[in-house]
T-cell receptor
């Protein structure tokens, strides 16, 4: 069965430090992966998806099919990056594609 | 565009009461879905719809009903509220099922 694992509930770093939020997936099909972010008092919103291969707010994520991972990285964390981050996998089911989310990682960036 | 709207923002129910959480979108999106967000559990899909008149169950559908009579609206009904349904509920929409999802602001529900 498909599954998304975010092993860290909480990640705490200092401003300027590198950040890596881990995401591992389990899926027999061709994966489509997303990172969503929820800032305090704001809606969940898309941060990036693997097929676009772009950098958003300094974050990048590379799909590694061999390690079944889609880790989110940023070389220098900023205080405004503090938020809840969710990794999501789209899987095929009954003619539709359905997202399944990880449990989320709370990132806190200290000044 | 208002995007995805949800009402109410907050609701307190007693066990056994029923209610409907409203969700509407003005982006002409075909795909709509309902999630619940619980601490340590992430987002779990309750029900989804790929178009008007079509709905299907997600991961945690028990105790909830949905209908999709129009493209714009996707209400979620709690038939007989239970304390286990205390959660934050998010509605989302997407142009189609393989695209980015746009989320509403959420409804915080407490069942006593």
């Amino acid at each position: 069965a498909q599954r998304v694992t975010q092993p860290e509930k909480l990640l705490s770093v200092f401003k300027g430090a590198p950040v890596e939020l881990k995401c591992n997936y389990s899926y027999s099909g061709s994966p489509e992966l997303f990172w969503y972010v929820q800032y305090s008092r704001q809606r969940l919103q898309l941060l990036l998806r693997h097929i676009s291969r772009e950098s958003i707010k300094g974050f990048t994520a590379d799909l590694n099919k061999g390690e079944t991972s889609f880790h989110l990285k940023k070389p220098f964390a900023q205080e405004e990056d503090s938020a809840m981050y969710y990794c999501a996998l789209l899987f095929a089911s009954g003619g539709s594609y359905i997202p399944t989310f990880g449990r989320g990682t709370s990132l806190i960036v200290h000044p | 565009n208002a995007g995805v709207t949800q009402t109410p923002k907050f609701q307190v129910l007693k066990t056994g009461q029923s209610m409907t959480l409203q969700c509407a979108q003005d982006m002409n999106h075909e795909y709509m879905s309902w999630y619940r967000q619980d601490p340590g559990m992430g987002l779990r899909l309750i029900h989804y719809s790929v178009g008007a008149g079509i709905t299907d169950q997600g991961e945690v559908p028990n105790g909830y009903n949905v209908s999709r009579s129009t493209t714009e609206d996707f209400p979620l009904r709690l038939l007989s509220a239970a304390p286990s349904q205390t959660s934050v509920y998010f509605c989302a929409s997407s142009p189609y099922d393989r695209n980015e999802q746009f989320f509403g602001p959420g409804t915080r529900l407490t069942v006593l």
